[in-house]
């Protein structure tokens, strides 16, 4: 894990690993965002890493 927990990112981030995760295209983000979730290991090739896949399962579960 990356050491960076859910209420670490902006909203922008937030939304764009949420979406991510559940299929959205890299097309519909802001560039300067997906560029810093590269940046912290969270997003690769436009898609989640096992990093920001964690982070987004744990986000969900504490929401429940």
């Given at each position: 894990?990356?050491?960076?927990?859910?209420?670490?990112?902006?909203?922008?981030?937030?939304?764009?690993i949420?979406?991510?995760?559940?299929?959205?295209?890299?097309?519909?983000?802001?560039?300067?965002?997906?560029?810093?979730?590269?940046?912290?290991?969270?997003?690769?090739?436009?898609?989640?890493?096992?990093?920001?896949?964690?982070?987004?399962?744990?986000?969900?579960?504490?929401?429940?």
């Amino acid at each position: 894990m990356t050491g960076i927990i859910w209420t670490d990112l902006d909203p922008d981030e937030q939304r764009t690993i949420a979406m991510l995760g559940v299929g959205f295209s890299a097309e519909l983000f802001d560039p300067a965002t997906l560029l810093t979730l590269t940046r912290l290991g969270l997003v690769k090739s436009f898609r989640l890493t096992r990093a920001g896949e964690l982070l987004r399962e744990e986000a969900i579960v504490h929401e429940l």
